[in-house]
T-cell receptor, first 118, second 109 residues
Framework: EAGVAQSPRYKIIEKRQSVAFWCNPI?????LYWYQQILGQGPKLLIQ????????DSQLPKDRFSAERLKGVDSTLKIQPAKLEDSAVYLC????????????????FGEGSRLTVL | KNEVEQSPQNLTAQEGEFITINCSYS?????LHWLQQHPGGGIVSLFM???GKKKHGRLIATINIQEKHSSLHITASHPRDSAVYIC???????????FGEGTQLTVNP
């Protein structure tokens, strides 16, 4: 079974530039998450999708971050313009919604996209 | 104060030792994850549990819902167990997953 795919793996940009990350979740997983993980810290939820609808984006800095999942499958996360403090690993994860059968809610993570803002 | 707290933050052990990592949470949860993250690597889910105890190989996870506490145990630790271990709780309100800060485990040969 194919895992969660993310690209690019690494990206270096200058502040005020824009960047986009792509995620393709495991087939059939309705729930998709984007997390930001700053070095030495645990992941922080940016946005959670259920199919193509947003469930939780309360911690997404909406002045510069945007995310979409138009067809309820793959998703993009954009940062425009980037700031130095956006340097982090951006993790995408997917799962079956908690409560819908055995092993639901189990998370599968992609390898992450490491962003460096200079 | 974080809603999910782990202890210790850093743990160094000798190969073969029994290891315990603790996770306490202050909110109502429906389930709790234990995750493993190797340096430069992605995150792997070790366990998801909502009650009792689960075991997989040398790893054991327990949860006490009344005390709002979970533990991850590693028996006969090995250098390849060196990683960051993260607990994450599904909050009952909104199904948001809230992460602890992680425990950096180093097992020396």
């Amino acid at each position: 079974e194919a895992g969660v795919a993310q690209s690019p793996r690494y990206k270096i940009i200058e502040k005020r530039q824009s960047v986009a990350f792509w995620c393709n979740p495991i087939s059939g997983h309705a729930t998709l998450y984007w997390y930001q993980q700053i070095l030495g810290q645990g992941p922080k939820l940016l946005i959670q999708f259920q199919n193509n609808g947003v469930v939780d984006d309360s911690q997404l800095p909406k002045d510069r971050f945007s995310a979409e999942r138009l067809k309820g499958v793959d998703s993009t996360l954009k940062i425009q313009p980037a700031k130095l403090e956006d340097s982090a690993v951006y993790l995408c994860a997917s799962s079956l919604p908690l409560g819908q059968g055995a092993n639901t809610g189990e998370l599968f993570f992609g390898e992450g996209s490491r962003l460096t803002v200079l | 104060k974080n809603e999910v707290e782990q202890s210790p933050q850093n743990l160094t052990a000798q190969e073969g030792e029994f290891i315990t990592i603790n996770c306490s949470y202050s909110v109502g949860i429906s389930a709790l994850h234990w995750l493993q993250q190797h340096p430069g690597g992605g995150i792997v889910s070790l366990f998801m549990l909502s009650s009792g105890k689960k075991k997989h190989g040398r790893l054991i996870a327990t949860i006490n819902i009344q005390e709002k506490h979970s533990s991850l145990h590693i028996t006969a630790s090995h250098p390849r167990d060196s990683a960051v271990y993260i607990c994450a709780a599904y909050k009952t309100s909104g199904s948001r997953l809230t992460f602890g800060e992680g425990t950096q485990l180093t097992v020396n040969p």
